[in-house]
């Protein structure tokens, strides 16, 4: 028996904490615990162990990116966290990133892409789209000085490793990288997987921000 998804939706509005529960407890996905600022949110982390948090990102006494710096820098393996947005591409977005979350909802996401993006991060994928995270990064990356530069030896890699995160972090899928490299999709999925692993990183969109920190990559 396939154990169920566990959620943690923290955000200081009651109706869309309600709404988000209904929608997931709807599709099968166990709503553990809420919180209503960020405090409440690392406390419910370390209480319920959840796959995945659901984090807006403006809320009173710990907002939630600082609730995210501190709930990916602990020990032990930690939840995948998903960025609740009220306006697309919010400056805080890209710091969000930097920090360890594996993308960003809008709080007016449909029921079936909110059950979607929860499913996809636990399986480990990234909720954005390497081009939108470019986007984010090329928009950000110059102008957000108080965020800290997160360093990688990239001469971990492989010749071809590097030149896979290079074309990753240009935006392309999993099958255009094949393409372009005239390799199985399978592959490049294993190429992928190895450039996270070396470089510590929890999904692709951490990859794409890391190339354009690291200068491998330049707007």
Do not use: C, W
Not at 9 to 34: H, P
Not at 137 to 149: G, K, Q, S, T, W
């Amino acid at each position: 028996m396939t154990t169920a998804l566990r959620v943690v939706v923290a955000d200081d509005q009651a109706l869309v904490r309600a709404g988000f529960r209904m929608i997931l407890t709807a599709d099968g996905i166990d709503v553990v615990a809420e919180a209503t600022n960020g405090a409440e949110a690392v406390d419910a982390v370390r209480r319920h162990r959840p796959d995945v948090v659901l984090m807006d990102i403006r809320m009173p006494e710990m907002d939630g990116l600082a609730a995210t710096r501190h709930i990916l820098s602990g020990a032990g393996e930690a939840p995948r966290v998903i960025m609740l947005t009220t306006f697309d591409l919010d400056h805080y977005v890209y710091a969000a990133l930097t920090a360890g979350a594996s993308g960003f909802l809008l709080k007016d996401v449909t029921p079936e892409h909110l059950v979607s993006a929860v499913r996809l991060v636990r399986d480990g994928d990234a909720m954005l789209a390497p081009a939108i995270t470019r986007r984010l990064v090329e928009r950000f990356a110059h102008r957000d000085a108080d965020v800290p530069v997160t360093h990688r030896d990239l001469t971990v890699l492989t010749p071809r490793e590097l030149e896979v995160l290079g074309l990753l972090a240009q935006g392309l899928s999993n099958a255009e990288l094949a393409a372009r490299l005239h390799l199985s999709e399978a592959t490049v999925k294993t190429h992928v997987a190895r450039i996270l692993a070396k470089l510590g990183l929890r999904d692709r969109v951490q990859a794409v921000v890391i190339a354009y920190r690291t200068g491998l990559v330049n707007p």
